[in-house]
Structure formats: structure tokens, C-alpha cells
């Protein structure tokens, strides 16, 4: 239900903005638990005939269309799998990647719109539509990345690693060119420096407020949870340990988040920071 939904948003959004053309869509109605049960029977055949469920799952996405309580479930879904992402993080084998990561990110993002370009001649496209359809495309579905890479056992693997910091990559990106080519579509004058500055400068921030938080706030918290204490909120913890700690991943992920939005920011690139931060 979430696969895919990241990508299908910001497409929406700047090919509406750039003005190419008009999306018409029908509402459909349908029960929810069809698609429930359609998207898990699709996914368990197919899994087990020609291992390409995921394909299944897109596919039954489009047949069901784009109900919009749907589309939001599928959001929060994609939160979630890319919190999963974030708690599987390898830092060390990230650190040591970390070159061929920002290689393959920006090769993702400067051939689709390299091509867009050379191709704006067959379709007598306007410069600005030829970078919003290259912009569409270089825009990486994490919902996608993450599946397979869970569902194939490669998430911790090299492989796994630098795809995983690519697409995080590709996702501050995305939202950087959704911007610009939304006040590009508005006319010249309204786009500013601020558009394109704001959201790496609070991306940077927020990987700084979590390394710092981490190290100087959840760190002694933890020491003081895990060692000798005779408080009654220390004893109750350790009576609980699966609540706590349902409420500890709870509140971070949403805070995070929640903090993203409202400063500019992806609030993916943010789920996985929050996952990152407790593994």
C-alpha cells in the first residue's frame, strides 16, 4: 500500500506546476479490505511464482486508482518502512561508502534530466517542462528501494548500503527540484534563493541536532535505564520493557518528523534519521 506513493506525490506535483499538462482523476468506490486482500494475495503468488510481488502490488495500486484515504495510509506505510530502513543502517560500512553513494545519487539525478533535455526537441517542449519531466524521473521511490532490499535480504549488504544513502540523497533532492520547479511555474519573480538554500541547510541541521542529541542526551538516558537506580520510574521501565520501548521509538519518529515538516525538509529523509539514531 505504501510502495510507490513518495514517488506518485511528487510527480503529481511538478508536472501540475510546470504546466505541461492536466491530470483528470475518478474517484473510485471500493471497500478497503479488497485492496488489503488483493495487495497480499498478488504479493504471496507472485513472490512465490516469479519472485516480482512488488510488481504485483504497483499493479493492483493502479487498478484501485488514487482514494485519497488510501494514498495517506500508504504515506505513513512508507514513514514506517523507511524508519525499518533507518534501524538497519550500518554506519560503518555507510562511512566507508559514502563516495560511491553520492556518485550513483547524482548520476540518478543528472541523466533523466540530461535526457529530458535532448529529447525536448521531439515533443516542441518548453525548456521548463523538459527539466520538471526530468525532475519526475530522477525523483527515487524509497517505498521501492526498501522492499526489495528487505524482501531480498541485501539491506545489509554493501549493495544495500550505498542504494539506501543514494536514495536519501535522491529524496532532499527531489524535494529541493519540487520546489523550484513550483515557483519557476508561478512566473521568474516569485522564485528565490531561500527556496533552494532552506531545504539542505535545515537537512544539515537536522543530522547535527540528531548526532548531538544522540550523544548527550539518549546515550546517558540509556546508561541511567540500563544501570543500578532505585527510582519507581526506572523500576516500572524495566518492569515494561517492550512499552517503553514502543513509546521511546513512537515519540522520536513523530517528533522528528513532526519537526521536519514544519522547518522545510523531507520528512523521509527524517523518518530515517530517527531510525538511524536508535540503531
Do not use: W
Not at 83 to 90: A, R
Not at 147 to 167: P, Y
Not at 196 to 207: H, M
Amino acid at each position: 500500500m505504501c510502495i510507490g506513493s513518495d514517488r506518485h506525490m511528487r510527480q503529481d506535483e511538478q508536472l501540475r506546476s510546470s504546466g505541461s499538462f492536466a491530470i483528470s482523476r475518478t474517484n473510485h468506490q471500493y471497500h478497503p479490505h479488497s485492496l488489503i486482500i488483493s495487495l497480499n494475495v498478488i504479493n504471496h503468488l507472485l513472490d512465490r511464482l516469479i519472485y516480482c510481488g512488488l510488481i504485483g502490488q504497483v499493479l493492483v495500486g493502479v487498478a484501485f486508482g488514487t482514494e485519497q484515504a488510501i494514498v495517506q495510509l500508504g504515506y505513513l506505510g512508507l514513514i514506517l518502512l523507511v524508519y525499518e530502513g533507518g534501524l538497519n543502517t550500518n554506519f560503518k560500512s555507510l562511512k566507508a561508502n559514502a563516495g560511491l553513494s553520492i556518485l550513483v545519487a547524482l548520476t540518478g539525478i543528472c541523466l533523466p534530466i540530461a535526457f529530458a533535455f535532448c529529447l525536448r526537441s521531439l515533443a516542441s517542449a518548453t525548456p521548463l517542462q523538459a527539466f520538471a519531466a526530468g525532475a519526475a524521473l530522477c525523483s527515487t521511490s524509497l517505498g521501492t528501494t526498501f522492499t526489495i532490499l528487505n524482501t531480498s535480504g541485501l539491506n545489509n549488504t554493501r549493495l544495500g548500503t550505498v542504494l539506501t544513502s543514494a536514495a536519501m540523497m535522491d529524496d532532499l533532492v527531489g524535494l529541493v527540484l519540487v520546489e523550484v520547479i513550483s515557483k519557476l511555474g508561478s512566473g521568474p519573480s516569485s522564485f528565490h534563493a531561500i527556496t533552494v538554500v532552506r531545504p539542505i541547510f535545515v537537512s544539515i541541521g537536522l543530522v547535527l541536532f540528531v548526532l548531538l542529541t544522540c550523544r548527550y542526551l539518549v546515550k546517558p538516558i540509556s546508561l541511567l535505564i540500563g544501570g543500578p537506580s532505585s527510582s519507581a520510574v526506572m523500576r516500572a521501565i524495566r518492569k515494561q520493557p517492550d512499552k517503553a520501548t514502543l513509546v521511546t521509538h513512537t515519540t522520536l519518529l513523530f517528533g522528528i518528523v513532526a519537526a521536519a515538516s514544519y522547518a522545510g525538509t523531507s520528512n523521509l529523509f527524517a523518518a530515517y534519521l530517527a531510525g538511524a539514531s536508535i540503531s
